[in-house]
């Protein structure tokens, strides 16, 4: 399996430790009560580790699409998200688009046609 450079390696000194335990306790942790929308904007807007980038991963009339931005630019994105998906994540505008996973990431990598997200040597494939 060939792994293609990745943001982490871009990015100077990360916290290898304090990411797995991001990771760790976003797997272990009970999601907020509420609609996919209110878990979304909770996630996106809480970032409690300060890991720099958020990944969105879309359907479009099944096929996959990522999305990536850097912390800097939540607040303007949860606004974004809020006007434009209704509470099951899926465009207004467009029901065929729809929000399939998220989360924080330090980088992401690119293995064959599949993108992961990266933690340490950890990946989850999507």
């Known amino acids: 399996m060939k792994v293609f450079k990745t943001l982490a390696n ?3 000194p990360i916290n290898v430790k304090a990411i797995d335990k991001a990771n760790s306790e ?3 942790s009970k999601p907020p009560e509420g609609t996919l929308k209110d878990e979304f904007i909770h996630e996106l807007t809480t970032n409690k580790h300060n890991l720099q980038y958020f990944v969105v991963f879309v359907l479009v009339n099944g ?7 850097n912390k800097v630019d939540k607040e303007t994105k949860a606004q974004y998200y809020l006007g434009a998906y209704d509470d099951d994540m899926k465009l207004k505008a467009n ?4 929000i399939a996973k998220w989360g924080w990431t330090a980088g992401v990598t690119k293995i064959n046609d599949g ?12």
């Open 10 to 12: 871009l990015l100077s």
């Open 26 to 28: 976003m797997i272990n």
């Open 63 to 69: 096929r996959r699409e990522m999305i990536i931005f």
């Open 95 to 98: 029901s065929n688009i729809r």
């Open 115 to 126: 993108f992961c997200m990266m933690s340490n040597h950890t990946l989850a494939e999507w």
